[in-house]
């Protein structure tokens, strides 16, 4: 089966385009019954309250809740990752639903507004593990949210240092990460859970397909993922071998 990418608003066609790169069929999905011809998901990044509205217009989050209680394999990025957290604050007046199932604490717009939207090297020791390629992700932050606090089940696999000035109080939210030495505090954006994968950043907007890569695998491991014959055999690791470029690169 094809991977399903929630086509509301915001950087669906770009995960279909990476999804493209690596061979993989992708699915866009807007509405409850399309999830029944999919057995896993990528929620975009995008404008998390745009979505959350269209997707309650739509009647999506019993569908998309289930989904993921279901235990099939589910990524968000930015927005999404939003979506997937059980308890999120920074949100506007009124707040916005949300799918939960990720054991996490979320601050929407944790960096800030649009123009202080930021790239970073970020170190990624079990993608490269997993997926080869440099110990680093080029990581494209759009406005973008933190994970705060985890839970016991959830693997952290990337973090970056608190932006200085930062006035938010962060001492109780930050005793997950008091395994950094000295006085530098991180937040976390990159984890997984079971089933779950999440990353704060927006691998969709470079040419490195790794996160696609080792989601795909997480599709694989999964019971109904194996039999749907997803492969990443078309990726052309050639860009790992390239001069690195300055991101963001637009394929």
């Known amino acids: 089966m094809a991977v399903g990418v929630l086509a509301l608003q915001g950087s669906f066609n770009e995960h279909i385009a990476a999804l493209r790169r690596l061979g993989v069929k992708s699915v866009e999905i807007r509405k409850p019954e399309q999830l029944q011809s999919v057995t ?105 949210p933190a994970i705060l606090k985890v839970g016991p089940d959830v693997e952290v696999l990337a973090d970056i240092p608190v932006p200085s000035g930062k006035t938010i109080d962060l001492n109780s939210a930050l005793d997950s990460q008091e395994e950094n030495n000295g006085s530098e505090k991180k937040v976390i954006v990159a984890v997984k859970q079971g089933n779950l994968l999440a990353t704060a950043f927006h691998p969709e907007l470079t040419a490195d397909t790794r996160w696609h890569s080792y989601f795909l695998k997480m599709v694989n491991e999964d019971g109904e993922g194996t039999s749907s014959g997803i492969s990443t055999s078309g990726e052309d690791l050639s860009f790992y071998r390239q001069p690195r470029i300055d991101l963001p690169i637009f394929q």
């Open 40 to 144: 896993s998901l990528i929620i975009p990044g995008g404008e998390s309250t745009t979505m959350a509205k269209l997707a309650e217009y739509h009647n999506l989050f019993p569908a998309l809740r289930e989904f993921v209680k279901m235990g099939k394999p589910v990524w968000g990025t930015c927005a999404g990752l939003i979506f997937l957290a059980d308890k999120a604050f920074g949100q506007k007046t009124g707040g916005q639903e949300l799918i939960g199932g990720l054991d996490c604490t979320v601050h929407r717009n944790f960096f800030g507004s649009q123009i202080q939207s930021f790239e970073a090297e970020l170190s990624v020791p079990e993608i490269a593990a997993k997926e080869g390629g440099p110990p680093i992700f080029r990581g494209v932050f759009i406005r973008a």
